[in-house]
């Protein structure tokens, strides 16, 4: 695990040097980080350093995808020095049981799938509930228990009653926005639910919240009042300024004296995220 230690706090790496040292060192351990923005501004790359950093520090990623296959991530991530394939891969959704402990655990479309139907034909489930949920793969219950699989598959939990992990994790889930794609009221509540079922100490994650394109405000309202942190990131208008800028700022960070001015943000081959000053 990539740590620093300030102020009595055990932090994490994001993988990006300047970011960290925007944050004293990085993220507080346990924290759960709201990363917001248009289509095209750079959250996903980011959510592949944070797990990459995870990997070379020996931190085991669960690494929720429903906005592109994870294949496509691995492709992704390769053209800016992060080989995903050098390390364990389980995707939740394949039926072989993994010969050794992975690195990584895979949840995307088709494990949320799989676990929704796991879940249909549990015993305690009445037959109305079953039918609701047979198709419920991008259901904050069903994302739940998806997760806490991948705990189980990783081997951090110390017993099948646990729900903490032993050993520090480190969760992606891009986006979270898509559990309420057809619902934006309730994401305030969604989050919560998600947050009171999964939020451990050992457990610092990504989750990233998509902005629409139209209003440049967030699909559906409260991931950002009830995350510690929240990372901003935003483009001019490409009309006017007739080419791609994009930006990064901290908006908040619990426990942090962090910078408060934006950085610039370039998307290089090799590197991925490059970070500036104004």
Known sequence: MVVYMHQDFIRISTGIRE?????EGGIPKGSWVAITGEP???????????????????DPVVYVTTEAEFRDVVRQARMFGMNFESYRIHDISSRETPSETPDIVVIDIFGLLKIARQMSTQPQVDTETARKK???ALDIET??????????ILGVLRDE?????FKHVRLVIDSLSAFWADKPAMARKYSYDLKIATHRENVTAYLVSQYAMTTKSTFGFGLEHIADGVFHLW????????????????KKMRMTNHKRTAFKLEVQPGRGVVLSGP
């Open 19 to 23: 970011l960290d040292e925007a944050l």
């Open 40 to 58: 095209g501004t750079g959250k996903s790359i980011l959510c592949m350093h944070y797990a990459w950093a995870g990997l070379l520090g020996g």
């Open 134 to 136: 047979w198709y419920a």
């Open 143 to 152: 994302l739940t228990a998806a997760i806490h699989e991948a705990y189980r």
């Open 161 to 165: 009653k646990s729900k903490s992990p």
């Open 235 to 250: 483009m001019d208008d490409v009309e006017s300024a007739r080419e791609v800028r994009r930006y990064l700022i901290i």
